[in-house]
Nanobody, 123 residues
Framework: QVSLVESGGGLVQAGGSLRLVCAAS????????MGWFRQAPGQEREFVAA????????VNTDSVKGRFTISRGNAKNQVYLQMNSLKPEDTAVYYC????????????????WGQGTQVTVSS
């Protein structure tokens, strides 16, 4: 069983930046792909970014390419999402999740979810 706790969300103006952190416990972190997902009000949860177990492979959804960067610190059992040039349409609850590989995570195939952290971008 793995436990995931997200933090770092908040209210920011358009063009600003936030860094989300997901802390994992309870399972060998370094053997799992990790991903970030988001869910806006009235919409389905969507894939944002994923990173392979070793950190050498990252994938992003098209809408965040060039603005968001996923990374991980296996020594700290943490995964990060650096979000720059934020837009109002980035407003959502952001979740982290574990998975077998980045390709599966792009299809929202996730083993465990965190509780989410709210990101609100004002115009």
């Amino acid at each position: 069983q793995v436990s995931l706790v997200e933090s770092g969300g908040g209210l920011v103006q358009a063009g600003g930046s936030l860094r989300l952190v997901c802390a994992a416990s309870g399972r060998p972190f370094s053997s799992s792909a990790m991903g970030w997902f988001r869910q806006a009000p009235g919409q389905e949860r969507e894939f944002v970014a994923a990173i392979s177990a070793g950190g050498s492979v990252t994938v992003n959804t098209d809408s965040v390419k060039g603005r968001f960067t996923i990374s991980r610190g296996n020594a700290k059992n943490q995964v990060y999402l650096q979000m720059n040039s934020l837009k109002p349409e980035d407003t959502a609850v952001y979740y982290c999740g574990t998975g077998g590989n980045t390709a599966a995570m792009k299809l929202n195939v996730v083993g465990s979810w965190g509780q989410g952290t709210q990101v609100t971008v004002s115009s």
